[in-house]
């Protein structure tokens, strides 16, 4: 099953409005045929902004926070922690995330048979029901006229996670890259 958030909080020149159209409103009455347990979800928005001020620049610092886990600061312009670790909603976290939910659900060999290393791309389209909801969205886009999928080079996408690693809580030695 798919996991969803259940709610996005901003902290500054939070619009309603403009929030529930960019995470749902353009597309949840037109998106059709999503795989089974895969739905538009539409998490709780919340805004917190203490000073409306605008800013033509990058926020220097982005805070993420999870139940029973606490605040994580991230640096805006590395994306990483203050403490210069990967970040937990990185890509290379996610992933080994999802390698372990994966092992803790048995569902880890339908996905990867017998390695120990694997591509967070290939670990991604092996997900089927994953890549038809993906393919489904981007098809809405289209027929909408929203534009097309923006891609991320190769090298941004095509890392590798250590299995084995992933379900033994995880060592980063990834060199800086997935996130």
Known sequence: EPIYLESISIGSMFNINHMKRTIYGRIENSINELPQDYKVQKPQLRGY???PRRSTSHSPH?????INEGIEIIKGSLGRTIENKLSRVC???????????????NNLSTLIENETNIFYDSLKNKNKNYIAAKNQLISTFKSLNFG???????ELKSFELDVVNASNNITYNYNNQGC
């Open 62 to 66: 982005c805070i993420n926070w999870i």
């Open 91 to 105: 890509k290379t976290s996610l992933a080994n995330e999802y390698i372990k939910l994966c092992i803790a659900t």
């Open 148 to 154: 097309t999928w923006v891609h991320k080079p190769e």
């Open 49 to 51: 902004c203490i000073l």
